[in-house]
């Protein structure tokens, strides 16, 4: 597979946006990350150790992708967060935006929980395959329409623990 992205430039571009993250909340402040299931973890795992702010996480996971590179468009919520978010600042941690239909559907069900604060940062962004138009505060890199996997990104659940982002091959 063709790496698109190499480790290190996603490492430098995950501490850029951990300092852009600090910068934009309140001095002092908890930042309160929810890390998206599946593919969200290891983007997770970096920004929050890049973080010296005081800083909180919970996960949640959705299912958009039914074992196929084609997105069904419709979200399921398959595991909720374990605390309220009421009064916090809450940054959402996703791998990808693509057509943004799942985080259209995240920021709808969290903003209903009255967080202080909601924004969003995800380390790829697919900006032509967008179908609805949804804030994403940090983007780390714009991609072309190419199927992508690695560093949290599964094809049919494989290829996430590659340290790097390549291009799926065609079958
Ligand atoms: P959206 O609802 O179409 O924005 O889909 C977002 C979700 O689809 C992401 O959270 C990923 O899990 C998955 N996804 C979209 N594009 C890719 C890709 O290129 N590789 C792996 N997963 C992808
Ligand atoms: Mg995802």
């Given at each position: 597979m063709k790496v698109l992205l190499e480790a290190d430039r996603i490492q430098q571009r995950v501490r850029e946006l951990a300092a852009e993250i600090e910068h934009d909340h309140p001095t002092g402040e908890e930042i309160h990350l929810v890390g998206v299931l599946k593919g969200g973890f290891m983007f997770m795992a970096d920004l929050i150790r890049a973080m010296g702010a005081r800083v909180t996480l919970d996960f949640i996971a959705v299912s958009s992708?039914?074992?196929?590179?084609?997105?069904?468009g419709e979200v399921r919520l398959l595991k909720d967060l374990d605390t309220g978010l009421e009064g916090r600042h809450v940054v959402i941690v996703e791998d990808i935006v693509d057509t943004g239909l799942t985080l259209t559907y995240l920021q709808d069900i969290l903003r209903a929980r009255s967080p202080r604060s909601l924004r969003t940062a995800c380390l790829?962004?697919?900006?032509?395959?967008?179908?609805v138009d949804v804030k994403v505060e940090y983007i780390g890199f714009s991609i072309e329409d190419q199927f992508v996997v690695g560093y949290g990104l599964d094809y049919a659940e494989k290829?996430?623990?590659?340290?790097h982002i390549a291009i799926l091959d065609a079958e």
């Open positions: 992708y039914q074992q196929s590179k084609k997105s069904s790829l962004s697919k900006p032509s395959r967008r179908m290829h996430r623990n590659l340290p």
